[in-house]
């Protein structure tokens, strides 16, 4: 793709390439044999939303010798964002001497490797421009060059940093106000598996994820909550007769009925996020001072360890109530990240470590699951995560296959799970339940259908009690087939 002739910030320069919608495109150079790889460049185009050109969010280069087994050597995340205004072009390098090489160790400058694989995302509905790849280096190996590890793109599976769970069913319990309130029933189907006499025959999930988006004063807890908000969730989901208790009698009763009286689920608990632009979030240490989150308004170190002081108040009140609510069939285990966003705040990365490391400090695992178009994904590891699913985002709008099989290979390609989505609509309308069942097919065709750590948005409502209890043949089938799905069945 090197031609000598650089494309302008004009559109209808021939020099660029337009891409459009369908999977991410790789483009892969096979030298022959080993080289020493000391750099790699991508040059795009944007015009939004005149020609609906979007940059990349992200390029990634990746080396192999056998074109199977591949190495990163690094991700390059876009520097200017998606915006409007007129057109703008921008250069994505990978530089060795400056950047290192991902997992080359001390020293190392250059990827030595026979091929070279460049991969960019695309927009389920903007074009992508490209003119050139250039990639420089020189024969034989040369000093600072590594062979980096390379290995087939796997699905993070159930293990240690799952906290062992291997299907994580994700429960809202915010603010409804349309949606009946979780019971020990409503629970049951998905907890243990049922026949169509509701009787219990197995186990069905064995982690439940208990998050909430907003609150009763209209705000999220991903973005902008406030104190009393999330004293509100923590009030609703560790009441006397909350959601955690709903959980627990739930378990017990599907204990009961297999002879497994003392099993317990895995809860994850979430963890809201407290926001970058917040001013006056409340006083969680009695000083008498609203926190201030803002490091426009307090800089870059107060607001950092002032968020951190509103992290670790939420992990110690949550690790105070699950402790004296004694919960007999339940097991904390995890935290999740409510944010699916990473921010473009340069501090962003800096507070992930910062809250992974506290999660981790109280011996939880640290959960997230981003969606498809989250900045900085790929650095999910690098922030301190334990876990996390993709988000395909296939099942929500009218898009070709394409964005769901796209949505599994980056999962696989960055090393996480998938998350299966779907929500009460397909009890009745075909659209919806052909994508839920694209999913299923999916899970088998890629391999981790009962296999890959996987995460299931499924609403906010009790969609497998309604599938579950359906006398409609065709309803309950979904019920049966999700079950068989996370048996891998």
């Not at 009763?216 to 509100?232: E, H, M, V």
């Not at 109530?321 to 501090?347: C, F």
């Not at 299966?420 to 097919?441: A, C, S």
């Not at 391999?447 to 609403?459: E, S, V």
Request: aromatic fraction near 14%; charge should be negative; avoid cysteine.
């Amino acid at each position: 793709m090197i031609d000598g002739k650089k494309g302008t910030a004009n559109v209808t320069d021939p020099a660029w390439v337009g891409h459009i919608k369908k999977k991410a495109r790789e483009v892969t150079f096979d030298f022959g044999q080993r080289k020493s790889i000391a750099s790699v460049k991508a040059h795009f185009l944007q015009d939004w939303p005149g020609s609906a050109i979007l940059f990349p969010l992200s390029v990634s280069i990746y080396v192999s010798d056998d074109s199977i087994n591949w190495g990163i050597v690094g991700h390059k995340a876009t520097e200017r964002g998606w915006m409007n205004g007129p057109p703008i072009d921008q250069t994505y390098v990978w530089d060795g001497s400056k950047d290192g090489v991902a997992g080359g160790g001390q020293g190392a400058t250059m990827a030595y490797a026979r091929y070279v694989k460049v991969v960019f995302p695309m927009h389920p509905k903007a074009w992508k421009f490209i003119d050139e790849i250039e990639i420089m280096g020189t024969d034989g190996k040369a000093d600072g060059a590594v062979v980096v590890n390379m290995k087939p793109f796997e699905f993070q599976y159930p293990g240690v940093d799952t906290a062992g769970i291997r299907n994580l069913s994700l429960v809202y319990n915010g603010y409804y106000p349309d949606v009946p309130e979780w019971t020990k029933d409503s629970l049951i189907p998905e907890i243990g598996y049922v026949n169509q006499a509701g009787q219990v025959q197995d186990w069905f999930f064995d982690g439940v994820l208990m998050l909430g988006l907003q609150s009763p004063a209209g705000r999220d807890f991903g973005k902008d909550s406030l104190l009393t908000d999330w004293q509100w969730y923590l009030d609703k989901t560790f009441g006397v007769q909350g959601d955690l208790k709903q959980l627990n009698e739930a378990t017990k009763e599907v204990g009961i009925q297999l002879g497994q009286p003392n099993h317990k689920t895995k809860v994850v608990m979430m963890l809201p996020n407290p926001g970058e632009s917040t001013t006056n979030f409340g006083d969680i240490d009695g000083d008498g001072i609203t926190e201030n989150f803002s490091e426009a308004s307090v800089g870059i170190e107060k607001a950092l360890a002032t968020r951190q002081k509103a992290v670790r108040w939420w992990l110690q009140e949550v690790q105070n109530r699950w402790n004296a609510s004694n919960y007999s069939n339940l097991e904390l285990v995890g935290m999740y990240w409510l944010d699916e966003d990473i921010s473009w705040s340069k501090s962003a990365p800096d507070f992930l470590r910062m809250m992974n490391s506290d999660v981790h400090a109280r011996g939880l695992k640290s959960f997230w699951i981003p969606h498809s178009v989250t900045y900085k994904s790929f650095i999910w590891k690098d922030a301190g995560f334990d876990a996390a699913t993709y988000q395909p985002n296939y099942y929500f709008e009218d898009l070709s296959i394409d964005r769901l099989i796209d949505g599994v290979n980056t999962a696989k390609r960055y090393g996480m799970g998938v998350e299966v989505e779907f929500d009460n609509r397909m009890l009745t309308d075909n659209v919806f339940r052909n994508r839920f069942n694209d999913y299923m097919n999916a899970g088998y065709q890629y391999g981790f259908a009962g296999k890959g750590f996987t995460a299931y948005y499924k609403g906010s409502g009790p969609v497998l009690r309604d599938a579950a209890n359906s006398t409609n043949a065709s309803i309950r089938e979904l019920y049966d087939k999700l079950y068989k799905f996370t048996r891998g069945n």
